[in-house]
């Protein structure tokens, strides 16, 4: 009965890890994602676009300006771990999949360091979301809010170009 419990718990996790994920990359990155692109791909000039777009939309404080910035670039050095870390793991399948026999116990172990990086992002991601709340005054915060309310699930695939 634990067991089910267990995997419960790691489904919600898992799905509230995928909330948050989506809701900061919804908020970071808008519609205009692409827009930072200028010829580079140059990681500094992605946050600095990202944070200039967000101050912009929400009329930040040249202090909040600043601790988004750090936030924002939190995030990015967060993204480029779990881009190492995805490709660990991809690897650590190959080679489950190329031995001779799988054991229950070798599915546990890549299951268990899935599960232990995916608390660790969901506390990390947590408390970045408490970070930036805090920095917001109660309109800013409304006017996010109502940036949130305004678009409906899957409007970030309908509007790949178009500004929020």
């Known amino acids: ?21 989506a809701l900061m990359a919804g908020v970071f990155v808008g519609c205009g994602h692409r827009a930072y692109h200028s010829g580079s791909q140059d990681p500094g000039m992605h946050v600095e676009w990202l944070s200039g777009k967000i ?6 404080t040249a202090d909040q300006k600043t601790k988004l910035e750090g936030i924002v670039a939190d995030l990015h050095e967060k993204r480029q771990e779990g881009r190492t870390w995805r490709q660990s793991m991809r690897q650590d399948v190959i080679n489950l ?42 309109e800013q915060r409304e006017k996010l809010a109502g940036e949130i309310e305004k678009h409906e699930p899957g409007h970030w695939r309908k509007c790949r170009f178009k500004k929020w």
């Not at 009965?1 to 994920?21: D, E, T």
């Not at 101050?55 to 930040?60: I, K, W």
């Not at 172990?109 to 506390?123: G, K």
Request: no cysteine; glycine share 8%; aromatic share 2%.
């Open 1 to 21: 009965m634990k067991k089910k419990s267990l995997i419960k718990g790691a489904i919600v996790a898992g799905v509230g890890g995928l909330v948050v994920i």
């Open 55 to 60: 101050a912009d939309r929400l009329e930040l």
């Open 97 to 138: 999949v190329r031995q001779e026999q799988i054991e229950q116990k070798d599915i546990d172990r890549l299951v268990d360091m899935h599960r232990q990086h995916m608390d660790q992002m969901i506390t990390f991601l947590g408390d970045r979301v408490i970070q930036f709340h805090a920095l917001l005054t109660p």
